[in-house]
């Protein structure tokens, strides 16, 4: 899994400042040997260099997202205002990417775009460049970023309903737990399916189907916080990852392990259950135009929850206690989401 930027390798002056810890970060950029990086480890010798240079691109890689980096991308804007600002960023810095890249100042953006890590700087073809010479810059620039969306979405995202796929939560699910074994970080695996989903196929086809789907797909996201991982794992099978930050704390990239640091909770995850049961209960509610008068109330979920490390210390252990739970809740009359090892399960509502 892998972000592409293209870059015009025929500009022989385009300049492109990287920041930040880049081997560690895992940024590619062996294919773009005519083009200018200039790497910088930290934010204050960045600043120096832009200060005597006008880069095309200034590429962040962010340790943390608070107040100290919004000023720093300001004073960047200040001195470099034609740049493009970028931030590239591990799975679960995504939210606060988001916010930033929404964020304006003097009415622009902190950041024009963001790009999950690991990335790979391209040069653009000769042939690409025969296609679109012809073209207006901010055409190009617009098929440029179709382009590369499209390239995004097909790695990361289900076609279908456009919560991320079986490949991208494995992957955040590996690095989420890694960090959490350094760091005061819950996480939570949920799989859960649709109950009785090929009955609904079989009696009204597959165009329901991937309604119902489309549907459940959405309003997971809404019960959801914005920093949960949704995804669709396969058929009607969906997995949610959701994880906690220490209170009070900001997105860390690499936090020291040594410091501030406290004992991973391994409660019963009060807050996750809430969660899932507010969505299978307005799952339950959810109306079915397509169903006709029977289309009200009869959607429901059955689903498995398994928690780090208590259940589990890697991705396939978390799946497989997840699974047991989902099968659990199933023998004991589905419309249930079960929590692995523990006597007190939520019961049907």
């Not at 892998?2 to 062996?30: F, H, M, P």
């Not at 200034?58 to 960047?76: C, G, H, M, R, Y």
């Not at 470099?80 to 799975?91: D, G, V, W, Y």
């Not at 699974?323 to 523990?342: F, M, P, Q, T």
Request: net charge neutral; hydrophobic share 40%.
């Amino acid at each position: 899994m892998q972000s592409r930027i293209t870059i015009d390798s025929y500009n022989k002056d385009e300049k492109i400042l990287l920041i930040g810890r880049v081997e560690k970060a895992a940024v590619d950029t062996s294919d773009c040997a005519s083009i200018q990086f200039h790497t910088r480890p930290n934010m204050p010798d960045a600043i120096v260099a832009a200060s005597t240079n006008q880069f095309d691109i200034i590429a962040v890689i962010p340790d943390d997202f608070n107040e100290n980096l919004a000023s720093a991308l300001k004073t960047l804007r200040k001195i470099n205002p034609k740049s493009k600002i970028l931030l590239l960023t591990q799975m679960w810095q995504e939210p606060k990417a988001i916010e930033f890249s929404a964020s304006a100042f003097n009415g622009a953006k902190l950041a024009d775009d963001y790009y999950i890590l690991p990335v790979s700087f391209t040069a653009k073809k000769s042939d690409e460049k025969r296609a679109t010479e012809n073209l207006p810059d901010t055409e190009l620039i617009q098929q440029q970023r179709q382009r590369i969306e499209i390239l995004e979405k097909l790695v990361m995202e289900d076609e279908l309903t456009g919560v991320r796929n079986r490949r991208f939560v494995r992957e955040f699910l590996r690095q989420i737990t890694a960090r959490a074994s350094r760091e005061s970080l819950q996480v939570t695996l949920l799989i859960f399916d649709i109950d009785n989903f090929k009955q609904y196929n079989d009696l009204y086809g597959h165009l329901v189907g991937d309604s119902i789907l489309k549907q459940a797909a959405v309003l997971m996201q809404k019960c959801c916080r914005k920093q949960d991982v949704v995804g669709r794992i396969g058929g009607d099978e969906f997995a949610v990852v959701f994880w906690n930050l220490p209170s009070g704390k900001s997105i860390v990239l690499d936090a020291d392990p040594k410091t501030e640091r406290r004992r991973i909770e391994s409660e019963h995850p009060t807050q996750v259950i809430n969660i899932c049961e507010r969505f299978r209960r307005e799952l339950n509610k959810t109306d079915l135009p397509a169903l006709g008068a029977e289309g009200k109330g009869i959607l429901a979920i059955s689903g498995g929850l398994a928690t780090f490390p208590r259940d589990g210390s890697t991705v396939e252990e978390l799946s497989a206690q997840a699974d047991k739970a989902l099968l659990e809740a199933k023998r004991s009359g589905k419309n249930r989401v079960y929590l692995i090892g523990r006597e007190n399960n939520q019961q049907q509502a």
